[in-house]
């Protein structure tokens, strides 16, 4: 049976309240995506590869000082800035919400990382390396960037494809739930939610209505599909409402 | 100008073609040297390609070095050749006729070596390539031209082509006269050349319209070639220090700056290494330090403007980012030494007529400008880049590795070296145009001397 798919259109939503910094997202993306190992040396060089980071803000001044966690990755703009300047349309939009990044077609300009906002892009600066050990432990589903080219976070594109296949051989839709990105997956705290707007069940509803939502540098215009929402704090919530 | 000497046409052919027809020993030392150079720069070059660009100190965010800073650079010494060539020859101006060659050949090599900067910055040039020649029309895989760096070659390779066409209109006449002096080989390859130049009237009149023709033709294109790189830059959003609207005008006019400095440079370089005293002389490099001092002034305003534009926007980004540029350390030395250099100590110099007719100092100051004038170019580049949006977590610094540094000094040595060639190839000074400027003036005697002086035309 022929049919045509239904229009997708993937978000994600990331509540910081629910954020502890355990980097587990992070260790799940560079299993999942093929992700060199960051040796000492790569954080010298200024060159780690974190499709997905905590980024750690500390607030206040000593002792009154918090901790605050913030998970970076690509925001998927649906204006996004990266795509106008890359010269051999290596990366670009798709029909999905994603911007894709084509391997092969990367050159190597760097001006897509360069006007990224976020700093979502990564470039290879060197052939990447696994230890031995490693050789039969890569995702087969994923492509192995070589050197020379721009990589980022495709929101487990791969798992997304697989999601649809399988839904096809059961002749059905993709219902929310079938899978997740990596770092959801492994988000102890369901941090992470993605899904498709597009589908009026899906989980990501809840996030997105919620009243402390907020996009990463939204004045620029760059339309994020990444939503957040803000932190919650208690103790200062007590202390504006005792002054 | 009063006491200008009339010299006799045999006496031009055989002083301005001295190099092109027997070139000194030191000559070929000079370019044994550059070439040395470039063996080395090409050995970096096929190093890095191999290893791969993680050689470079470029690192995330500051994903643009000073090979990006060079190619900018030498864009804005190409804007030396049309300045002087197009736009004296339209207002006729009479001291242009030793330098324009000069100019226009210094533009020509510094396109080239430009273009070549971005391509060895790349990630993978052979994709470049691959995806250039042949274009891949089959497959319909077109270039996204919306982004700059499509923009960037069409107009690098229209200027280049334009200002091409413009040397080889102007070299017609005097590779005619090298054909008639030479014998041989030599002399068939320059007859080629001089694609049967007889001299008549009618073939004076097509060179002399055409030169006038491409003048006009090419001003445009050199006010869009650096207002086009500038935009490299301006189109970025997500760049604090980039996105500015004034950046076109800014980039063209700083440009202007530098690359008439680089003709007064090698100006002086010429009459010092060809003893072509005689044609560079005095008056003319007084002539271009008068039309520095106009166009350095209108470059520091258009600074200023820049700046305090950066600054009235109470942006606490781009405050903080103005603040690193100027305040702190490593930058503060190179922002320091870019205005001196640039602005504060040539230009007050220059306003002295001894200076402006002392080789030497000449010499020194219009280099002075360009050290300054590529600090600019760093200045905007790299400091943006590492302070780039409001995440400290991401922030960097950028030190260039010794390959990055040796790919930027062979940029200079084979600038050099193509201009060496050319010199011995063919005349640097134009022959034909030394002796129009000649025909031109008429002597007029004062008391008891014979003094040539210009005829202005009407």
Known sequence: MVSTPRERKWQMVVDVDRCTGCQACVVACQAENNIPFNSESHFKQGRTFSWIRIERYWEGEFPDVKARFLPFLCQHCDNAPCEPVCPVFATYHNNEGLNVQVYNRCVGTRFCQNNCPYHARFFNYWEPVWPVQMRNSLNPDVTVRGRGIMEKCTFCVQRIRRAELDAKRQEREVRDGDFQPACAQACPTSALVFGDVKDPQSRIHEGLANKRRFRLREELGTEPNVVYLSKVDSEAKEAAGHA | ?458
């Open chain 2, 1 to 458: 100008m009063q006491q200008r000497v009339v010299l006799p046409q045999p006496q031009v052919n055989a002083e301005l073609l001295k190099n092109a027809l027997r070139a000194p020993l030191w000559y070929w030392g000079i370019m044994a040297f550059l070439g040395a150079i470039v063996v080395a720069g090409s050995v970096a070059v096929g190093f890095l390609m191999n290893k791969g660009f993680g050689l470079s100190g470029t690192n995330r965010p500051v994903m643009w070095g000073i090979l990006i800073v060079d190619f900018v650079f030498w864009i804005g010494i190409s804007h030396a050749g049309v300045m002087l060539s197009a736009i004296l020859r339209l207002s006729k101006a009479e001291w242009r006729r030793p330098a324009t060659r000069a100019a226009e050949v210094l533009t020509v090599f510094s396109l080239m070596i430009a273009a070549l900067h971005p391509v060895v910055h790349a990630g993978r040039p052979w994709r470049i390539i691959y995806w250039s020649f042949p274009y891949d029309f089959s497959r319909g895989l077109w270039v996204n031209i919306r982004s700059p760096l499509i923009w960037d070659p069409s107009a690098i390779f229209t200027y280049l082509t334009g200002s091409a066409l413009f040397v080889i209109v102007a070299l017609i006449p005097d590779m005619a006269v090298i054909r008639d002096h030479t014998t041989g080989l030599k002399q068939k390859v320059y007859r080629a050349l001089a694609m049967g130049w007889r001299g008549t009237p009618r073939q004076w009149k097509l060179q002399i319209v055409a030169g006038f023709l491409l003048s006009a033709l090419l001003l445009p294109v050199f006010v869009s070639v650096h207002s086009i790189v500038s935009w490299d830059f301006a189109v970025m959003i997500g760049v604090e220090g980039y996105h500015v609207t004034i950046f076109a005008p800014y980039f063209v006019i700083g440009a202007v700056h530098s690359g008439v400095s680089a003709v007064v440079t090698m100006m002086i370089l010429m009459k010092w290494m060809f003893g072509w005293g005689s044609y560079i002389r005095e008056e003319h490099v007084e002539s271009l330090a008068k039309l520095l001092i106009v166009i350095g002034t209108t470059w520091l305003y258009f600074f200023f403007v820049e700046f305090s534009f950066a600054l009235y926007s109470m942006e606490s980004q781009e405050i903080a980012l103005r603040e690193m540029q100027a305040f702190t350390w490593p930058y503060w030395p190179l922002a320091l030494t870019f205005i001196l250099f640039s602005y504060i100590i040539p230009i007050p110099l220059w306003l002295f007529r001894k200076v402006r007719r002392n080789f030497k100092i000449m010499f020194w100051t219009s280099l002075l400008v360009n050290i300054g004038m590529w600090l600019e170019r760093f200045l905007i580049i790299v400091p943006s880049l590492a302070r780039k949006q409001v995440w400290p977590f991401d922030w960097s610094t950028y030190h260039p590795s010794a390959i990055e540094v040796l790919i930027v000094v062979t940029a200079y040595a084979l600038v050099f070296l193509l201009l060496m060639t050319f010199a011995k190839l063919f005349p640097l000074i134009p022959l034909f145009d030394i002796k129009e400027g000649q025909t031109l003036s008429d002597d007029i005697v004062i008391g008891k001397r014979r003094v040539p002086a210009l005829r202005v035309e009407e």
